[in-house]
């Protein structure tokens, strides 16, 4: 979401211009600050915009409370895409898709909701279901990796993959 300060030609007062992509869509909001451009409104208006914009980013954005944590996998690695290799967004995608993300919809855990102790019954389901130590630290790592980016965007307030026993190699 941007936000960019605008003076109406026609009445001479700032404007605050909010533009963002909402399904794939560009959307625009004009809001008027009714802050003449006379008498050294600049800065006031420019608050006026970082609160706007603040406000409306908290609005539109996802509503992390109620996402399913497999589904914020999804979504978290799609948001890292770029940033990653072509062949270790497959291996993520792989693993997330057919390991991860499965256990935790049929358990329908919410990534507000998720603690340690589910990430540890999730390593102990999948050792017991024969997986390798080295393979469950994989998935720790991608778990931790996506836990970690949720609490930098302040989604949740600890990373819960802090608290779990990882088997031993």
Known sequence: MTASLQVSKKDNKYYIHLQWRQNGKRVQKCIGTGLSVKGNNKRKAEKMMRDTLAEWEAKITVNYENIAFGEYLRRWLEEIRHTLEESTYENYKGVIQTSIAPFFDAERINLAE??????????????????????IRRYHAIIHHALGAAVKRRKITANPADEVELPKP
């Open 114 to 135: 998720l603690t340690g102790a589910d990430l540890q019954r999730f390593y102990n389901h999948r050792i017991e279901a024969g997986i390798s130590p080295n393979t």
